[in-house]
């Protein structure tokens, strides 16, 4: 093949393919000027309800702040603690330590990069104590009130597990699917319904993607949805009417028209993702020395698709894909677990060898829906082609490597 430019992610292709559409219903908006509320947000907020099956959908100013919002509505207080995961980006433990609570980090499942329900169940066995319905954390006195699950690069947590841990010491469960809108568990249960809350995401580069930056919460209780509503905005309940503490986070109509749009064709795009999974897969998996993802609780929707390199230099490697045209990415350099103000009662850190372990070999491919088979397979020969250059492989492996 010839040389080629195979950008990390791009979204002009998109753009294109959907400019007439999209601009005409930014149009709409520009015509009738419902840029904050109205018929834009009701309807696109009408419609994800109908594309999860669930009966509400509160929307937002952003993932964070959806995050935000269903951990101060769900009752969280000051000081306690939210069992969550160290492999995540940032906003998945930053509002918990924002609304005064702890975030402690339990290790994640090696094969899917999931928080591990087997950990959970260790952790509180070894560390808490269970009477009068609460869960007590034995050296700070602590609560534990809820559990945080991040349904990472695509893939839903163990849910099972999860809410069998959760009903047994009555812990309230939030979950973030902010890179996981389209995915679907091993019943059959989309992503949205596995939580008290689910919380979303629609950055531009998310499967579902904006404008700009956008976000909302799905829950199938209407209490919580109606403290949701009131929540983005300031508190109201209605005209003038403020009962509580809220924040402003409102999704403006032409994000809410752009994402109404290409929810139409949130499907095509996951199942193309799916598509280059599989030509990865299948062109990649005789390599010795990388680990590919795994597809294991349901059906993945692929945000990322990241490799797990073994005994391999990842910066020379990301260098020398470069060099051949192949943009790639790092998620996650570092876990949240080892960045200080995320963590800050001692007596609450923990040990997470597998994420530490994975943060320093993990590597992104490029994975937006767009591709074309030709530009994957480029991918697939650049890599191979790369990691036949044994400058970037440490001693113990030069002689076994297998590409």
Known sequence: MNNKKIDFFNLSRQWTNNKNIISEKINSVLDTQAFIGGKFVE??????????????????????DALLMALDVIGMKKNEIVLTTPFSFIASSSEIVALEGHAVFIDIDSKIYNIDPKKIESWINSECEFKNNNLIHKNTGYRVAGILPVDIFGQCADYKKIKEIAQKYNLWIIQDSCQAIGSIDVNNVMAGNHGDITCFSFYPTKNLGAFGDGGACATNDPALAEKLLRYRNHGRKSHYNYIEHGINSRLDGIQAAVLDEKLKLIDSFNNKRREIAAIYNKELANINIIELPKEVNGKHVYHQYCINL????????????SNMGVGTNIYYPKGLNQIDFLNKDSRLKTNCPISDNLTQNILALPVWP????????????????????KIMLKKEVINSINI
């Open 370 to 389: 767009e591709l074309t088979k030709e530009e994957i397979l480029y991918v697939c020969e650049k890599l191979k082609k790369a990691l036949n250059n």
């Open 310 to 321: 073994i005994n391999i230099n990842r910066e020379i490697l990301m260098t020398e894909l």
């Open 43 to 64: 309807n696109f907020e009408t419609n994800f309800s109908k594309y999860l099956n669930v009966k509400h959908t509160i929307s937002c100013n952003s993932g964070t």
